[in-house]
């Protein structure tokens, strides 16, 4: 076998490039990291996956997908379905048959496909791709009901879809084939046996392991590769017995995981995630690689005619059908009737038994895998453009700006919060200290009475709504640590801290730069500092950029006295002054600044009268 360690390094360059470029400019990734597959593959011949690796192509592929399915299943929680579980088990359980029926008929009646590639086909697009769905949602800042419904259908509805192909495609092979290695009875015992390990077993292999790890009985070193040894060992042991029914094994044990309290879920959380980046982004890759011209000019425009009724007929039926009676609106049932785009688990299902179908003759196999590759596309595409201006106008997404989260109630924090507000940014302030927020509510502020640092944090307070954290509480240690939990969802350098006691110059006493956010300010300030200026009279401005009044004449102005907060741009964004980085405004830009009254009067400023 040639050389593939460059072709290895291709394909994560290729993924990992396509992930950037989409966070950079907002786009969908996937459809990032199909063009790259394709320029790779059929386009310039860099990539033949089937021949770079041969018949390890399928086994990777199906481990990548068990462990991305896991990870799903790790952000599963019972606490933020407890409104709408009847809607997510009557969406899993009722709207996937009732979808399998419908594109089933669609699939053979409209696009051509014989029965048997017509069943395992529908079975196969019964999925939402979680790989989609979560990024989407982070994008379109959806209503936690609305966003719970649709990742937990995403996760869940994985492994079904996938089981559904595997049943049609065995009793396809009882009745199609007759090689007398399959047979109705074996098929049926193989699926009575298949479900119950994969759910029950899934779900006390979670249990088990979380057991081991609360009882310290495994280092914290060891805690993460376990659990990646034990996910791919489940997958492959239900596999045994029924052909991607690990998928179900897999997710059943993410969910129990996700539902035991671990101390340290949350870093095994993100190491997978980190994984299911990479292999995601490797997977497409790979997956698009393999597409051939041919294949692709088979789709004509019965094909697309099924797409169609796939996205307008048959997934708003089986939503609304299935919904009926459980407590959500007409708009949360249109929103998810329309957002379902398929992922990584359709493609890769679709090219498994497409390959097989071919090997057994059956010349619907390769048409099955140009098929999912177009759903996926379009889909991606239509629903990762539309979701956030649906969402919108169906008042199921904040239109808002992202704002500011200020944890810690005090005085220096509270008319930060007023001077940010009347500049029409949203700031909420975190207290867990009731009283502490009482100036705060008088002022007509938004605040939430509770430990930024708990789980019911994630159910309580939507972290999508806030670009920027400032932790300004009296204790740096307890900065430090609001800073390293909220870095991971708004980044590290959209954490800020005040400190409220000097840094101790000598080093054990010192904190370790790798923790805390940034140091909000320019030149060290201290919360004491800042309280005992307010006392002196310093107080909170604003004051607008023009064109005749412009940042270089602002900064020649101001007095030494005045320390510049942040500025915020026409379009409500926020820059803050943090260590060296002083912000740039220019005209139509407000630059919030804190100051004695004096410092900042003279004819030629325009102060902002909001």
Known sequence: MHDIAPKIALIGILGILAQWIAWRFRLPAIVLLSAAGILAGPVFGLLDPREDFG??????????????????????????????????????????????????????????????????????????????????????????????????????????????????????????ISDGHHDLQTVIVRFLIAMPMGAVGGWYLGKAIAFLFIRGL??????????LVAVLAAYVATNLVLEEAGLLTVTAMGVAMANTRIASLSEMRRFKEVITIVLVSGLFVI???????????????????????????????????????????????SLIAWIAPRGIVAVAVSGLFGTTLVEVGNPDGDKMVAIAFAVVFITVVLHGFSLRPLAIALGLSSSEKAGLLIVGGNR???????????????????????????????????????????????????????????????????????????????????????????????????????????????????????????GDGYTFQTTKISEAFTFEDYLAQRGEGVAIICVVDSKGALTFATGKQRPRAEADDRVVAFALDSKLTGDQMEIDSQ
């Open 412 to 534: 220096f924090s509270v008319a930060l919060a007023r001077e940010l507000n009347d500049a029409d940014v949203p700031v909420t302030v975190v207290d867990n200290n009731f009283n502490h927020l009482r100036e705060a509510r008088l002022a007509g502020l938004t605040t939430h009475f509770g430990e930024v640092l708990s789980e019911e944090r994630e159910h309580r307070l939507d972290l999508h709504a806030f670009s920027h954290a400032l932790a300004a509480s009296d204790n740096d240690a307890y900065n430090l640590l609001v800073c390293n939990e909220l870095a991971h969802e708004l980044g590290r350098s959209n954490t800020l801290q005040l400190k409220s006691q000097a840094d101790d110059m000598a080093d054990h006493k010192t904190p370790s730069f790798t923790v805390g956010g940034r140091r909000l300010f320019t030149d060290p300030l201290l919360l004491d500092d800042l309280m005992a200026r307010m």
């Open 55 to 176: 018949d390890l192509l399928k086994p990777m592929i199906g481990l990548a997908v068990a462990i991305i399915l896991f990870e799903g299943g790790l952000t599963l929680n019972f606490a933020e379905i407890r409104e709408t579980s009847k809607a997510v088990r009557r969406l899993v359980f009722l709207g996937s048959p009732i979808a399998w029926v419908l594109g089933s008929l669609a699939a053979h009646y409209v696009a051509g496909f014989g029965w048997p590639a017509a069943i395992i086909l529908s079975g196969i697009f019964v999925v939402t791709g979680p790989t989609v769905i979560m990024p989407l949602l982070r994008m379109a800042k959806l209503s936690k009901r609305p966003a719970a419904l649709l990742r937990w259908e995403a996760i869940l509805a994985d492994p079904v879809g996938a089981l559904f192909a595997v049943l049609a495609f065995e009793i396809y092979l009882v009745f199609g």
């Open 287 to 333: 997956l698009t690689a393999t597409l051939e011209a041919d294949m692709l000019s088979q789709i004509n425009g019965y094909d697309l005619l099924y797409i169609v009724l796939l996205l307008c007929v048959v997934r708003p039926v089986a939503v609304f059908l299935a919904t009926m009676g459980t407590g959500l609106s007409a708009k949360e049932r």
């Open 218 to 227: 495994v280092p914290e070193f060891l805690k993460a590769p376990i659990i």
